[in-house]
């Protein structure tokens, strides 16, 4: 997936927090940064540090750069300036607040390609640019269900249409816990293992319950019913199940598997629905053990390890 933005709308965006100052190459404010994550192994990268045999769309010029430049003859520099000022690149940033020289300025004017300085080291420049890029242009997916903030971690609750997710939600909420997405969450992969789910701009806050219509969580619970994203942990499926489907589910180990969203494994359980099962604590439960099985505790493997000592103790 193309992603793009221009140099001055990412100017606009990130000018107060990375403290720039658009130097030279004004001109250029229109070029498009263009980014396609995982399409071309040989393709630019985003952001890095001054690299001319694999150049960046956005190439980070430090102390020890400016070093390696003035050391060079007057026609390797050239020939340097040249590179670093291609096609290749769309935007060069200055970090340190560093003097630039005047040749580089000159360069950018005449190549159109702006250039500007932050009081921010190298390193610092790049990783906010990275994640800017992973947290607003990375690939994404529009799944149906309720997305909750679960005992500290992100948990998606899914089913079928008028199985009671909402109305599961709206019993979590009072419980404590927090609305992130109701219907249509969005996910991005923002990270190898890592994906974020966020609401809609126009659905934030919001949640249809049967009967009730629409309601308000900000308004009706305060602030802190509501969170803005949270990173997908755990999937909740709810299913209605017949006697025969209830008998085939482990007594010991659940209903328990994995979904695939954007290349990442999620663990998924299901939960089945019946009259006078209370969700919301088994969600409750089900994050919970969710958290013990990161730190690496599995309760059916510690309930077979008692039932092995009793059985030696016995015999």
Same mark, same amino acid.
Request: hydrophobic share 40%.
């Given at each position: 997936?193309?992603?793009?933005?221009?140099?001055?709308?990412?100017?606009?965006?990130?000018?107060?927090?990375?403290?720039?100052?658009?130097?030279?190459?004004?001109?250029?404010?229109?070029?498009?940064?263009?980014?396609?994550?995982?399409?071309?192994?040989?393709?630019?990268?985003?952001?890095?540090?001054?690299?001319?045999?694999?150049?960046?769309?956005?190439?980070?010029?430090?102390?020890?750069?400016?070093?390696?430049?003035?050391?060079?003859?007057?026609?390797?520099?050239?020939?340097?300036?040249?590179?670093?000022?291609?096609?290749?690149?769309?935007?060069?940033?200055?970090?340190?607040?560093?003097?630039?020289?005047?040749?580089?300025?000159?360069?950018?004017?005449?190549?159109?390609?702006?250039?500007?300085?932050?009081?921010?080291?190298?390193?610092?420049?790049?990783?906010?640019?990275?994640?800017?890029?992973?947290?607003?242009?990375?690939?994404?997916?529009?799944?149906?269900?309720?997305?909750?903030?679960?005992?500290?971690?992100?948990? #998606? @609750?899914?089913?079928?249409?008028?199985?009671?997710?909402? *109305? !599961? &939600?709206?019993?979590?909420?009072?419980? /404590?816990?927090?609305?992130?997405?109701?219907?249509?969450?969005?996910?991005?992969?923002?990270?190898?293992?890592?994906?974020?789910?966020?609401?809609?701009?126009?659905?934030?806050?919001?949640?249809?319950?049967?009967?009730?219509?629409?309601?308000?969580?900000?308004?009706?619970?305060?602030?802190?019913?509501?969170?803005?994203?949270?990173?997908?942990? #755990? @999937?909740?499926?709810?299913?209605?199940?017949?006697?025969? *489907? !209830? &008998?085939?589910?482990?007594?010991?180990? /659940?209903?328990?598997?994995?979904?695939?969203?954007?290349?990442?494994?999620?663990?998924?359980?299901?939960?089945?629905?019946?009259?006078?099962?209370?969700?919301?604590?088994?969600?409750?439960?089900?994050?919970?053990?969710?958290?013990?099985?990161?730190?690496?505790?599995?309760?059916?493997?510690?309930?077979?390890?008692?039932?092995?000592?009793?059985?030696?103790?016995?015999?």
């Amino acid at each position: 997936m193309n992603n793009s933005l221009t140099v001055s709308e990412l100017y606009k965006a990130l000018a107060g927090k990375l403290e720039l100052s658009w130097i030279a190459g004004k001109g250029g404010g229109d070029r498009q940064i263009l980014f396609s994550p995982g399409s071309d192994p040989h393709a630019s990268s985003l952001v890095g540090h001054l690299n001319f045999i694999h150049p960046h769309r956005i190439q980070t010029i430090g102390s020890t750069e400016l070093r390696y430049l003035e050391g060079l003859e007057v026609d390797f520099r050239a020939k340097a300036l040249d590179m670093l000022f291609s096609e290749h690149t769309d935007m060069v940033l200055i970090s340190e607040n560093l003097e630039i020289p005047d040749d580089i300025l000159q360069r950018a004017e005449e190549a159109g390609i702006p250039l500007f300085r932050s009081p921010l080291p190298s390193y610092e420049l790049i990783n906010h640019l990275q994640y800017f890029y992973a947290h607003n242009y990375s690939e994404r997916i529009t799944l149906h269900g309720v997305f909750m903030e679960v005992i500290g971690i992100g948990v #998606l @609750i899914t089913g079928k249409s008028a199985i009671g997710k909402s *109305e !599961l &939600a709206l019993e979590l909420i009072t419980r /404590g816990h927090r609305l992130i997405a109701d219907d249509t969450p969005e996910f991005a992969r923002v990270a190898p293992d890592l994906i974020m789910g966020t609401c809609p701009p126009l659905l934030r806050g919001f949640l249809e319950v049967r009967g009730l219509g629409i309601i308000n969580v900000h308004a009706m619970f305060g602030d802190t019913a509501v969170k803005q994203d949270k990173y997908l942990r #755990l @999937i909740i499926h709810l299913a209605r199940m017949s006697s025969e *489907e !209830l &008998a085939q589910i482990d007594r010991l180990k /659940g209903s328990h598997d994995s979904c695939n969203i954007l290349g990442v494994d999620i663990p998924r359980v299901t939960l089945p629905v019946a009259p006078g099962r209370n969700l919301a604590v088994l969600v409750e439960a089900a994050a919970r053990n969710h958290i013990l099985a990161q730190r690496g505790y599995d309760a059916s493997e510690a309930f077979i390890e008692r039932q092995r000592e009793q059985i030696e103790r016995d015999s």
